[in-house]
């Protein structure tokens, strides 16, 4: 095995993204900028790279810890001094180093593995990435002898006019041999700026008669460094793209990308359709066929085949196959939604299991609730399941129908079939059939209504019955 290791540069201070917390924290798609760089090294083979830390060193190495082998450089003199500093934690076996800038995330695994092998087979001191940009403002340039080699790169801050037309800029991503790097990393001159730029040692290697390689990115979209937010925005958006793209091609309707928010890590049935502003985020899984959006937002949450979200938030949750959520709804973590549930207008939802065909309708919440199958929960139903201090369960047996405005006391239990008036407040549990009206919550014993007397019951009657026998005082008897 060729050892190989990495260094990865991040000790800047990011003065362009004028920002308390380090650069390459800043979040791209979901995760940390530097996240995608280690997952792309891993990908390329090279496991635990070093990381040059400095400015908001503290925090950094916190988020890297077990990822990767931290270093700090104390001051921070420019790349060729990290790389310097770098090396101090690079094993002498190393015979490759590989050194890629931290503000560059979505170069593409293959560019690492390209370089490693031209700068290996080539017996190159440095082999290293170019592209051409539009606009090339902010990078290094290179520059190229008349036999076509790379003779050097100079900075932005160091090119004449017409160095600066040159449209082949340095990516900040090198592989360099090893001993030969150890050898010379610490002679670089100091710059006009008084720093050390790793970019001169280009000119180093090729006075030395030592060969440069170039290997150029093909797309520099890919290859762009992330200076300041404006930047940042442009990798965010080109990540939105590639993410829909796969989606799109795997079978999966994106009505407006432009508008729809994919995390990397989504997965998404055949035939699901997401709709115009949308968020999916986290380990979050769709079912096939469902329809998310227009406006909803689902994180870390499963959500079941044919099931429907409008302009909904999700979050922590998983939802069985036929269901349908909102417009204004929130499912609070911790959520288990049965099939072909209906969670309605302005419905909060969080640690509860719903069992399947209940429906719970307008401005309602259920919170550490186990409610059974096809139960009712009526417009502004509520459990009351803290009491300041501690949270309480309600257990909702099935086919129970909950009245409008109901308050569900935790902890309490409400039986299978039973039924509460309008505005019952529950305090005590609930028998199975029972219906309860009142405040305090009282039973009474509903008369049958012959189909001469009017239409059989239904849910909405019996409701409306324990109303009026709670409002003219006529209740037959206390709750048993
Ligand atoms: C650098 C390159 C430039 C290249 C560009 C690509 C140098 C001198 N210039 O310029 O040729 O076109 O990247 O994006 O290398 N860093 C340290 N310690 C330091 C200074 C910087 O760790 O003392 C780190 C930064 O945190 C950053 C990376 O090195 O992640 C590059 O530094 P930055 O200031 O962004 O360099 P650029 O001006 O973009
Ligand atoms: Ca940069």
New binding site residues.
Partial sequence: MVAIAAIV????Q?TRIRSRLP??LHPLGGRPMIDHLLNTLARAGIEHPVV?V?HGADVLEEALAGRAVTVR?DP????A??VRVGLTRVAASVRHVVVT????PLLPADLFQQLLREQAEGEAAIALLSTRVADPT???RIVRDERGGCAR?V?EADADAALHSIDE????TYCFDAAWLRANVASVPASAKG?F???DLVAMAVGAGRRVSVVMAPRPELAA?I?DRVQLAAAEQLLRQEIAERHMRNGVTIVDPATTWIGGAVEIGQDARIEPRTVLSGATVIGQDAVIGPNAEVRDSRIGPRSVVWASVVEESTVAEDVEIGPYSHLRPGCEIGPRCRIGNFAEVKKSHLGAGTQQHHFSYLGDAEVGERVNIGAGAVTANFDGVDKFPTVIGDDAFIGVDTMLRAPVTIGPGAKTGAGAVVTRDVAAGATVVGMPARRIELRRRTSESGPDHDRGEATASAERHSQGGRSSRPDA
């Fill in positions: 540069l991040a000790a800047g990011g650069k390459v040059v400095g450089q921070q003199l420019g790349t001094d990290a800038v931290g503000d560059a902010g990078y290094g790169i900075e800029v340095n990516v900040g720093e730029y790793l970019t460094g200076n």
